[in-house]
């Protein structure tokens, strides 16, 4: 059964830095596009960054120049760097991954790791 596994959340102060990490695992033939989503206490689940295959990345306006996505396709994991977090980005971060099998491809999620930002 693919499973993806989030870690590094926690709490860090604003300004400073935090590396959230995903690993998939399970029987698979190949990671598509990844992501990481957030959801904040009574909002909606919201796009934060992606990244394709072969490294393209997109980012929600919020995050960029602060945030940097990147993938280890041998290790298949995907890595958030949190940099100058805000108190606003205090959410539950999701990993995301379109993943095919031999006879199929399916959307992931992991169970997601509560980011908070906090003095």
């Known amino acids: 059964q693919v499973q993806l596994v989030e870690s590094g959340g926690g709490l860090v102060q604003p300004g400073g830095s935090l590396r959230l990490s995903c690993a998939a695992s399970?029987?698979?033939?190949?990671?598509?596009?990844m992501g990481w989503y957030r959801q904040a206490p009574g909002k909606e689940r919201e796009l934060v960054a992606t990244?394709?295959?072969?490294?393209?990345?997109n980012y929600a306006d919020s995050v960029k120049g602060r945030f940097t996505i990147s993938r280890d396709n041998a290790k298949n994991t995907v890595s958030l760097q949190m940099n100058s977090p805000k108190p606003e980005d205090t959410a539950v971060y999701y990993c995301?991954?379109?993943?095919?099998?031999?006879?199929?491809?399916?959307?992931?999620w992991g169970k997601g790791t509560l980011v908070t930002v906090s003095s």
């Open positions: 399970g029987r698979f033939f190949l990671i598509n596009d």
């Open positions: 990244i394709t295959r072969g490294g393209n990345t």
């Open positions: 995301n991954a379109y993943i095919r099998t031999l006879t199929t491809g399916s959307e992931y």
